[in-house]
Nanobody
Framework: QVLLVESGGGLVQAGGSLRLSCAAS????????MGWYRQAPGMQRELVAW???????NYADSVKGRFTISRENAENTVSLQMNSLKAEDTAVYYC?????????WGQGTQVTVSS
């Protein structure tokens, strides 16, 4: 089992930036991929971005060119730099870590973008 703790959410004006971080502890040796999902009120949880141990990344079309995911293996953390934020980015953002046959979630952090 992996424990994930997010930080860095908050309130920002449209066009601004925020950086989310997620620290993993526990069975970190079994992690193959880490990423971020988000869930807006009344909507399903959706993928924002993920990064594999190899460094390969994948982004939702809605955030390409604005968000950057990075991973600091030595510190067992994954970060999401969010630039040019829009009102539609408002959501609870969840950190995710997964391996062979398992996945764990963080508790979520609120991001609110005011227009």
């Amino acid at each position: 089992q992996v424990l994930l703790v997010e930080s860095g959410g908050g309130l920002v004006q449209a066009g601004g930036s925020l950086r989310l971080s997620c620290a993993a502890s526990g069975s970190i040796f079994s992690i193959n991929v880490m990423g971020w999902y988000r869930q807006a009120p009344g909507m399903q949880r959706e993928l924002v971005a993920w990064i594999a141990n190899s460094g390969k990344t994948n982004y939702a079309d809605s955030v390409k060119g604005r968000f950057t995911i990075s991973r600091e293996n030595a510190e067992n953390t994954v970060s999401l730099q969010m630039n040019s934020l829009k009102a539609e980015d408002t959501a609870v953002y969840y950190c995710y870590a997964g391996g062979s046959g398992w996945g764990d979630w963080g508790q979520g952090t609120q991001v609110t973008v005011s227009s």
